[in-house]
Nanobody
Framework: QLQLAESGGGLVQAGGSLRLSCALS????????VAWYRQAPGKQRELVAS???????NYSDSVKGRFTISRDNAKNTMNLEMNNLEPQDTAVYYC?????????WGQGTQVTVSS
């Protein structure tokens, strides 16, 4: 079994920065790509960024150039550095991975960006 736990959310003014972290525990040896998703009120959950085991990162167009995803395979952690935050970035952010067809989610962390 695998557990994911996010931390680092909070309230920030537009233009500010936040750093989210995700700690993975349990059966971690099979982890491949890990990702950050977000869900704003009344909207569907959307992919924000993903990073493969070898460090290849991909971003949604809405965050490209502002967010940076990283991972530490030795520590089983993943981070999302968010800069130049905008009010439309307000959402609950979730870390995610998929192992052999089973999807795992963290409990989510709230990010609120005030204008």
């Amino acid at each position: 079994q695998l557990q994911l736990a996010e931390s680092g959310g909070g309230l920030v003014q537009a233009g500010g920065s936040l750093r989210l972290s995700c700690a993975l525990s349990g059966t971690t040896f099979s982890i491949g790509t890990v990702a950050w998703y977000r869900q704003a009120p009344g909207k569907q959950r959307e992919l924000v960024a993903s990073i493969s085991n070898s460090g290849n990162a991909n971003y949604s167009d809405s965050v490209k150039g502002r967010f940076t995803i990283s991972r530490d395979n030795a520590k089983n952690t993943m981070n999302l550095e968010m800069n130049n935050l905008e009010p439309q970035d307000t959402a609950v952010y979730y870390c995610n991975t998929n192992i052999r067809g089973t999807t795992f989610w963290g409990q989510g962390t709230q990010v609120t960006v005030s204008s």
